[in-house]
């Protein structure tokens, strides 16, 4: 029987997915897979053809029995067809390492793992043994993808050279920004990708045990990792020497900062730890550990099998490599797409992603989660680049881009920040703790149209507060979307004046 | 729908000493309480205090800083709706507050006739093509006023 690819990432079931799978049941034989990341046209499936593989989208299950009467299964059916996925623009134009194997691959199937290149990175890194993979690491120029861009290559020599009864590989698959979705994907569409990567982090530094903290918001990547999980220990990929253990968030935003993940790891409230200590040096249970983000660990197979010079060779100025950047909130064509740092939020948003949904301009965008700036239009020509985004009082976070139209309110998004932050603190420092409650009011004022001027000024100082005395970038960062919404749409926070111009 | 066992202490101790044994047990402990009584009860913390031997105060701590852990059953269906930034760009706050007026509740309560506990949730990683939510865990994207009306019509 012909061989249909239908997707089982959680995007696309929220879209039908599963009722397009059973329609066609004994018509084909199907392979769930993950995601392309091409969101806008999920369902989308896969037809294997002598020519390759052949896809059709947004297919809903009621499209099936016509799609199948017009030659479904040979590739021929014109209706929803959009011909070999790879030259698709918006795949076409990417540069995909880390997701290479995502939406292609069934994500649970050792074979079709090593099949698309799986394990040749372990290999390699066996062969080159822990000092020189540290050394490949640190030359490929990786930085974390969970937000704050420290070189892996340095974190890994750190902890390498530590001393420690026991070390620890974490993984922070917390995901807590909005617009973000990659680490998901890759829980869904290429667990064993993640596997891999802790190995030989756990080689690299001689780590014995590793964990792999992910939100409870993700009840089907969690299920889907388990079950990896088992897979790889009962192929002694996990053995007694180096084991993997899921652990699951419990709905904290701030379990996502890496100490606060430790202590929920440990099994407390996760309240910030004051640095140092370093978790390098004194981590999980107090000994030497790695947390990296599941992007940073996923991509490490890549770089150890192909060479650091050749991921160091993409990218812009000291960010290296690619970037999975998400597109998310009101744009046309949201999805995934990686790329080498260096594209403009311009090409990302306009023409990339097509502009809004709503097919109004596009009027703010957020980059970098909650705690991400809101970028103007004309900040459109900033590259995606850890330094460009910090010049302009910004973040790439871990790469979540939220577009907003004219109908965004910026005074009620800064009002929101600050109320995130009252909701999300975990209470150890006041200016995060107390500052966002009187942040919140303080915006309640301006909007009720008190003492706008004094107000204004009062938030402004506020968030230089947080800004500079906060213990974590929770508090620390919040004044960035805060901020940014007071400087670039300061109309926004004199409703009585707009009203009158209207 | 999930279906809840009734909240008995020995119940509670089994589950108890099936996670007590694993480093940082705390987490994988309330979350198995949870699936089994559909929330952590005031009467579990002590049980939970003399498994973990650490102190009552300290667990009430621990079960009140995380926001998904509930005090109370909920009710038949969980509705959790996104809330968050990705979702906001495209109707999120419209959308939950047509949830809340139809079911009649606040977040964090449960419709008077007991079968729909509404949740907020700060992103399901769905944010390309929200509004979204979890309906019993299943996804749903595309949320609009009118396909909540259809979605909670299928609820009884
Ligand atoms: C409030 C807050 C939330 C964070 N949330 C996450 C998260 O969800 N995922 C993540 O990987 N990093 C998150 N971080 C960053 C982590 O503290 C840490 O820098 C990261 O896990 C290190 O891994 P990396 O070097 O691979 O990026 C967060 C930081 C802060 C301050
Ligand atoms: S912001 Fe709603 S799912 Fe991500």
Same mark, same amino acid.
Request: with cysteine.
């Given at each position: 029987m012909t061989r249909i690819f239908v997707p089982r990432d959680v995007a696309a079931l929220a879209v039908g997915a599963d009722d397009v799978a059973e329609a066609l049941v004994g018509h084909a034989d199907l392979v769930r897979t993950g995601s392309r990341g091409l969101f806008w046209l999920e369902p989308m499936i896969e037809v294997e053809t002598p020519e390759g593989r052949i896809a059709y989208g947004p297919v809903e299950a009621s499209d099936i029995p016509a799609l199948l009467a017009d030659g479904l299964l040979t590739g021929s059916a014109q209706h929803?067809?959009? &011909?070999?996925?790879?030259? @698709?623009? #918006?795949?076409?134009?990417?540069?995909?390492?880390?997701?290479?194997?995502?939406? @292609?691959?069934?994500?649970? =199937?050792?074979?079709? $793992?090593?099949?698309?290149?799986?394990?040749?990175?372990?290999?390699?890194?066996?062969?080159?043994?822990?000092?020189?993979?540290?050394?490949?690491?640190?030359? =490929? &120029?990786?930085?974390?993808?969970?937000?704050? &861009?420290?070189?892996?290559?340095?974190?890994?020599?750190?902890?390498?050279?530590?001393?420690?009864?026991?070390? #620890?590989?974490?993984?922070?698959?917390?995901? %807590?920004?909005?617009?973000?979705?990659?680490?998901?994907?890759?829980?869904?569409?290429?667990?064993?990708?993640?596997?891999?990567?802790?190995? @030989?982090?756990?080689?690299?530094?001689?780590?014995?045990?590793? $964990?792999? $903290?992910?939100?409870?918001?993700?009840?089907?990547?969690?299920?889907?990792?388990?079950?990896?999980?088992?897979?790889?220990?009962?192929?002694?990929?996990?053995?007694?020497?180096?084991?993997?253990?899921?652990?699951?968030?419990? %709905?904290? $935003?701030?379990?996502?900062?890496?100490?606060?993940?430790?202590?929920?790891?440990?099994?407390?409230? %996760?309240?910030?730890r004051a640095k140092p200590p370093l978790p390098a040096h004194k981590g999980l249970f107090g000994c030497p550990t790695v947390i990296n983000n599941l992007v940073t660990l996923a991509t490490v197979p890549c770089i150890l099998r192909d060479g650091a010079a050749a991921y160091q060779a993409i990218g812009m100025g000291r960010s290296r490599g690619t970037m999975p950047i998400q597109l998310a909130g009101n744009i046309r064509h949201g999805g995934l797409f990686e790329a080498g740092f260096g594209v403009t939020l311009d090409e990302l948003v306009n023409d990339i992603g097509g502009g809004t949904l709503s097919g109004e301009p596009i009027r703010a965008v957020q980059v970098g989660g909650p705690l991400g700036a809101y970028f103007p239009p004309a900040l459109f020509d900033t590259p995606f680049d850890y330094e460009a985004f910090a010049a302009k009082d910004g973040l790439i976070g871990h790469g979540g881009v939220v577009v907003f139209d004219g109908t965004v309110d910026m005074a009620r998004q800064a009002r929101f920040a600050m109320e995130f932050c009252t909701v999300e603190s975990c209470g150890k420092c006041t200016p995060c703790r107390i500052g966002s409650v009187r942040g919140v009011e303080t915006v309640d004022k301006i909007l009720a149209g008190q003492n706008i001027d004094a107000n204004l000024e009062l938030l402004r100082d506020l968030c230089h507060t947080m800004k500079f005395g906060s213990l974590c970038a929770l508090g620390g960062f919040i004044p960035y979307p805060v901020l940014s919404a007071m400087n670039y749409f300061p109309e926004d926070f004199r409703p009585a004046q707009r009203l009158a111009v209207e | 729908m999930a279906n809840y066992e009734p909240w008995s202490e020995d119940r509670a101790r089994e589950v108890i000493a099936d996670h007590v044994n694993t480093e940082g047990a705390a987490l994988p402990l309330l979350h198995a309480l949870q699936a089994a009584f559909g929330c952590v009860p005031l009467a579990a913390e002590p049980l939970v205090a003399s498994a973990l031997n650490i102190s009552r105060a300290e667990v009430h701590g621990i079960v009140s800083f995380y926001h998904e852990f509930r005090r109370t059953v909920p009710g038949r269906h969980v509705l959790r709706v996104c809330r968050a930034e990705a979702c906001q760009a495209v109707g999120a706050d419209a959308v939950g507050a047509h949830v809340r007026s139809a079911l009649a509740v606040d977040w964090h309560e449960t419709s008077a006739d007991g079968a729909v506990t509404l949740e907020p949730v700060f992103c399901l990683g769905l944010c390309a093509t929200g509004p979204s939510a979890l309906l019993d865990g299943k996804p749903v994207g595309r949320l609009s006023p009118a396909k909540v009306d259809r979605m909670l019509e299928t609820l009884s």
């Open positions: 929803l067809r959009l &011909g070999i996925p790879e030259h @698709i623009p #918006f795949l076409a134009r990417q540069t995909r390492l880390t997701f290479a194997r995502c939406g @292609i691959v069934d994500p649970l =199937s050792l074979a079709d $793992y090593r099949a698309h290149g799986g394990f040749e990175g372990l290999e390699k890194a066996r062969a080159l043994g822990p000092v020189e993979t540290v050394a490949t690491v640190l030359a =490929s &120029g990786l930085r974390g993808r969970g937000g704050a &861009g420290f070189p892996t290559g340095i974190k890994w020599k750190t902890v390498a050279e530590a001393k420690g009864a026991r070390k #620890f590989i974490v993984c922070n698959a917390d995901e %807590g920004d909005s617009g973000t979705f990659a680490d998901r994907m890759l829980l869904e569409g290429d667990p064993f990708s993640l596997i891999e990567g802790m190995v @030989i982090a756990a080689l690299a530094v001689g780590a014995s045990k590793g $964990y792999v $903290y992910t939100r409870s918001e993700y009840p089907h990547g969690i299920a889907t990792f388990d079950k990896a999980l088992g897979i790889a220990r009962a192929a002694g990929i996990l053995n007694a020497d180096f084991d993997i253990e899921q652990r699951v968030g419990a %709905g904290a $935003y701030v379990c996502g900062e890496e100490t606060s993940l430790l202590e929920s790891l440990e099994g407390r409230r %996760g309240q910030v | -």
